[in-house]
């Protein structure tokens, strides 16, 4: 014999929306959010990573700049610029000060 069966409450899509209030369309099985909001938010965190990564690579270039025009100022006193070439090797002169072994600007 056949019983009816009752349908189980659907989860509701948890996302709140910018007025404050929950989405409360069905969330997708197993899921906390809606078709809708499982694609916008998706879209929010790859902007995210994308800006964090653009950040980081902004920060990279600005402390290579500092480091260039660190090794402007040491490069103007004989003895800072022996030191700067003692102490760090060819990879890091080029790499980090922009310098050839030599001293001079690449
Ligand atoms: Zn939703």
Avoid: W
Avoid at 89 to 106: I, Q, Y
């Amino acid at each position: 014999m056949l019983t009816a069966r009752k349908a189980r409450p659907a989860k509701l899509c948890q996302y709140i929306k910018a007025d404050g209030n929950f989405c409360r369309s069905p969330a997708l099985r197993r899921r906390r959010y809606c078709h809708r909001h499982i694609e916008q938010r998706r879209r929010e965190c790859r902007l995210a990573r994308y800006r964090t990564i653009a950040k980081l690579r902004a920060d990279a270039e600005e402390e290579q700049k500092s480091y260039v025009r660190m090794a402007d100022v040491m490069l103007k006193s004989p003895p800072l610029k022996k030191m700067i070439l003692k102490y760090f090797d060819d990879d890091t002169l080029r790499d980090t000060f922009g310098l050839n072994p030599d001293g001079s600007r690449l």
